[in-house]
């Protein structure tokens, strides 16, 4: 099992920035992929970006250029900084990853962006 707690959302006006983190404990010696998803009200959960254990990344057409994924191994913490916001970025952020056959989903943390 891998527990997962993000921290660092808020609110923000547009134009602006936030950063998020998750950390992991329990079985995260196998983590591979660690990745942040989001779902607006109304709306599906989405995959905002994702990051393997050897770092190559992945990101939504949406947020490209925007947002950057990075991840600490050393501490099991994935990060999403977010630049730029838009309030269309508004959603509960969710960290999320894969250890093996185990995916594991954090409690969310939401992110609200004002124009």
């Known amino acids: 099992q891998v527990q997962l707690v993000e921290s660092g959302g808020g609110l923000v006006q547009a134009g602006g920035t936030l950063s998020l983190s998750c950390a992991a404990s329990?079985?995260?010696?196998?983590?591979?992929?660690m990745a942040w998803y989001r779902q607006a009200t109304g709306k599906q959960r989405e995959l905002v970006a994702s990051?393997?254990?050897?770092?190559?990344?992945n990101y939504a057409d949406s947020v490209k250029g925007r947002f950057t994924i990075s991840r600490d191994n050393v501490k099991s913490t994935v990060y999403l900084e977010m630049n730029s916001l838009k309030p269309e970025d508004t959603a509960v952020y969710y960290c999320?990853?894969?250890?093996?056959?185990?995916?594991?989903w954090g409690q969310g943390t939401q992110v609200t962006v004002s124009s």
């Open positions: 990051i393997t254990r050897y770092s190559s990344t």
């Open positions: 999320y990853t894969e250890s093996g056959p185990v995916r594991s």
């Open positions: 329990g079985s995260i010696f196998r983590i591979n992929l």
